[in-house]
């Protein structure tokens, strides 16, 4: 199921980097299962690699990235530190 999730999400992530307006490669994608649930359930850390590509900070592309990360399977989407996006699923406990 997980590997299913992570699926799921790296496609939903690679079309709101795309809508974004940044060029990337699905597999520069990287979801990760998150180790503490107060983090949301996954995260991914594509804004900081697209940050160096495209010479804006971190946090502005996750913001840019983060308001197309929309899914019935996403209750929230936040931004972590210098540009980490983490994602909570609708339906899953979280702190």
């Known amino acids: 199921?997980?590997?299913k999730n992570l699926n799921h999400l790296k496609d939903l992530v690679f079309m709101a980097v795309?809508?974004?307006g940044f060029n990337v490669d699905l597999a520069d994608i990287h979801i990760e299962k998150t180790k503490e649930l107060a983090h949301?359930?996954?995260?991914t850390n594509v804004a900081m690699i697209l940050a160096h590509?495209?010479?804006k900070s971190p946090r502005k592309v996750a913001?840019?990235?983060q308001v197309r990360l929309t899914d019935d399977?996403?209750?929230k989407v936040d931004i972590a530190g210098p540009g980490f996006i983490n994602l909570f699923e609708i339906?899953?406990?979280h702190v």
Request: charge should be positive; hydrophobic fraction near 40%; proline fraction near 0%.
């Open 1 to 3: 199921m997980i590997k």
């Open 18 to 20: 795309k809508s974004a």
């Open 40 to 43: 949301g359930h996954f995260s």
């Open 53 to 55: 590509k495209v010479g």
């Open 63 to 65: 913001e840019l990235i």
């Open 73 to 75: 399977s996403i209750e």
């Open 91 to 93: 339906g899953r406990a």
